[in-house]
């Protein structure tokens, strides 16, 4: 499934990556091709496997779990815990 | 006098009827059960006020006071606190505010400055260690914050030449112009919230400016400075304190609360706003930050600094981005910067004004009031600001509040505010706690004095944000904890460090999945040690405050007593406002946010705030009347 990706937070100011779009059937399928896309634009990007998994994940504005199934065209958002305002 | 360390051992009340000043008694004894900073000041009130004061009458009192730690230099701990009987509510109300000006109150000799009466004409007032001057501020009347500033400094070099060093608070045209939600602005940081800024106005005060030499003691200077060491470190390796806040300040949250459903929408009938993107903290950080600063002693540096017309001003913190944005349908970040920065100039609070302002474009569309305002047309919205201040046209009227106008024109179910305060930018019926939080407070709708539960619904924590489970409890005890905080000095950020790092940063762990699944099952525990704080006799790492008062104040301390203080501050505001007519009644939201539903497939998408209050008066103590009785009030030492 063709899925469009986005990042929030300290993950898109680290990565430098705003959205892409990558092919996974799951949220979980997920983590390897942003973390392999995040490195192939920059590798010296010290992300992490771990700091994804840390995330929050919505698909289409909706709070998702690793195991959540994608259908083509949902929007999935990365976003690292905040807190204070 | 006083025998402990941090406090100067003097509060001063000045009464501009005839320019007298007098010491204010307060004893070692009140030091130990209020500490200081508002819970002082309640207690001034609670003295003073019989509840037939007018806001705007040299009755009120302008209540600046600190905290045993201001000017210690333990980290984020330079604050202080101004309160007053609010003219947008007609209650307490009470504004924490950063920058430097408790530090130099301080040197000049005062924990607490106490303004009553009613000066003839306008001025400026100047303390030091030898008292207090007047000076007449004729020229500066009129000026913006930015502009008294300067010529206030330009004013002390030829008074008292060029070395001098001053902690600054002033008002704008917005509290000369009695706006009920006018501001003081002390350097660029502002004490918002309730109108104090027309207090002020009320007395003829444009600025208050304060500078000596005296020392701040610390009681254990060796062991306080090692706990400051510890302190910083932990602020700066946990990830809020260390690492979100100093990179991406408040402004981060919005796109966290667009994902719960929290970003207030369209007067907060909705919780999601489709361009949240092109307001949010990213957006902010990507194109118009320039770089992070902070207060004074403050590792953490969590204010922007933005570019408006080629200059460095303070940019938007999440209430104005939210509110100034989604809030209205604005998805015009630069406008939210300029807005930002002209309210901050005015002297006018962004969020009740924000609030305000998105009750009139509904008032309009709804036809009951015809003032030409609407959602997502905001091309004018500086010279609506620019008449609020100045009480011209439609501005006269937006002066005048959300809950006076709904009085006027109808539109009560959507004026988004609890008892006359508009609500900050959360969105409660995502987070039903924080909407208990909102119709509770004593100052009305805050979100910090509620209890910010909102930071355990999703913002931070991760609990179910839709049960009513364990609010209660959790609100007091966080209603406390944080009066505690902030009465000393601190700055409530810090206590975001409280909760262990990896509860944050790892929110998908086992553990972490475990804390946010068993804290509503534990109403039971909370509200015990709500009832018994006592049980609570030790002292935690975690937990730095307690450690502060101890090293820096000499002060004995545990965890116990400090919750009992922040209870005891919690409940003398409750007496001052009952007074004045608060009951259960008062504590109240719009039917908006208790009666429909934000999302009309899940039945679970509004506040049961009715079932909540309950149990919370039950909690605290409190008769069905939401009220603390005499029992309460002397078994908390209060008289």
Known sequence: MRVKVKLFGLLRIDSGIKEVELEASTVRELYPLLLAEMRRRDPECSLDEKDL????????????????????????????????? | ?????????????????????????????????????????????????????????????????????????????????????????????????????????????LDALIIRGKSEKPIWIEINEGGVKFHPADELWGLKTGETQTALKKKLAELNGPKGRYGMLCIGPAGENLVRYAAVISGERAGGRGGIGAVFGSKNVKALVSTGSREIKIFNKEKAMEHHKKWTAALKAHPITGSQLPRLGTASLVSSMEMNGQLATRNFSAGRFESFEKVSGEALAEEENITNSGCLSCPIRCTRTVEVDGKKVKGPELETLGLFGANLLNDNLKLVCRWNNELDELGMDSISCAGTIAWAMEANEKGLWDNGLKFGQVDGISQVLEDIAFRRGIGDELAEGSKRLSDKYGGKDFAIQSKGMELSAYEPRRAVGQGLGYAVSNRGGCHLNGGYLVVLEGLGLNIDRQTPKAKAQLCMFMQDFMESISLCGHCLFTSYAVFPGFLISKPNSPISRFVNFIIPHCGWAVGMLDRFPAMACMNMPLIPYTYELKYAVGMKMNIGKFLRIGERSYNVERAVNARFGVSAESDKLPKRLTDVLQDPKDPSSKVPLERMKRIYYRTRGWGADGLPGQSKLKRLGIR
């Open chain 1, 53 to 85: 998994r840390a995330c929050v994940v919505a698909v289409n504005e909706r709070r998702a779990k690793p195991g959540t199934k994608l259908s083509p065209g949902d929007v999935v958002c990365l976003l690292p815990p905040v807190a204070g305002g």
């Open chain 2, 1 to 109: 006098m006083t025998e402990y360390s941090g406090y100067m051992g003097k509060m001063l009340m000045i009464d501009l009827d005839d320019g007298s000043e007098k010491e204010y008694p307060w004893t070692d004894r009140d030091r130990e059960l209020y500490i200081g900073g508002k819970a002082a000041a309640s207690k001034i009130m609670y003295d003073n006020f019989t509840g037939k004061e007018d806001p705007f009458s040299g009755d009120n009192l302008i209540i600046v006071s600190t905290g045993p730690v201001t000017g210690t230099f333990a980290p984020s701990s330079n604050r202080f606190d101004i309160s007053s009987l609010s003219p947008l509510t007609g209650l307490t109300t009470s504004s924490n505010c950063g920058g430097d000006f408790g530090f130099y109150l301080k040197k000049a000799g």
